[in-house]
Antibody
């Protein structure tokens, strides 16, 4: 079955960077887009961006432009999301979520989430 | 960017009640609208896509409708396991914005 397994929780200081991984299994990795969504404590869902695992092309939400980088490693079927210049407002659970063979498609399934805590 | 506005932000209803949640887009998005359910402490789950297509395995008491700018999610007979926060999302273009969520509780 399709599975997305994310890396473990992280604690970072303000100004640092964090890199979260998402390992896919159960399907052809390069055939489906991958999204990243975050959720601050007690808050709603916020779409961050999308990566095409086939060619590596990306599209980021304007809010994160310049601070986020999404990459992939096809040899391990893993996508990565790196967020730099962290501030306290970046404390959130970060999810990867599979799309479809088109970028304009909803997300299913989702990874289990990775809690990133930014604190001095 | 297109904004997605849900109403109400929360509701309380009795088991067996019909529940309706609305989602309004600030511009037309055709039927590129999805609904997700997030139970407390759990990962979001896709319920409906293309405004009205039920994802496989989702109970038939859930239904969606709408096109353009106005959409609804209906639970025909609320069950205890439906306690969750529900989010709409537009996905016709980036950014794929979510609504702010509607928290559904049992009265």
């Amino acid at each position: 079955q399709v599975q997305l397994v994310q890396s473990g929780a992280e604690v970072k200081k303000p100004g640092a960077s964090v890199k979260v991984s998402c390992k896919a299994s159960g399907y052809t990795f390069t055939s489906y887009y991958m999204h990243w969504v975050r959720q601050a404590p007690g808050q709603g869902l916020e779409w961050m961006g999308i990566i095409n695992p086939s060619g590596g092309s990306t599209s980021y939400a304007q809010k994160f432009q310049g601070r986020v980088t999404m990459t992939r490693d096809t040899s391990t079927s893993t996508v990565y999301m790196e967020l730099s210049s962290l501030r306290s407002e970046d404390t959130a659970v970060y999810y990867c979520a599979r799309g479809f063979d088109s970028p304009w498609w909803p997300h299913d399934p989702w990874g289990q989430g990775t809690l990133v805590t930014v604190s001095s | 960017d297109i904004q997605m506005t849900q109403s109400p932000s929360s509701l309380s209803a009795s088991v067996g009640d019909r529940v309706t949640i609305t989602c309004r887009a600030s511009q037309g998005i055709s039927n590129y609208l999805a609904w997700y359910q997030q139970k407390p402490g759990k990962v979001p789950k896709l319920l409906i896509y293309a405004a009205s297509t039920l994802q496989s395995g989702v109970p038939s008491r859930f239904s969606g409708s709408g096109s353009g700018t106005d959409f609804t999610l209906t639970i025909s007979s609320l069950q205890p396991e439906d306690v969750a926060t529900y989010y709409c999302q537009k996905y016709n273009s980036a950014p794929m914005t979510f609504g702010q969520g509607t928290k559904v509780e049992i009265k």
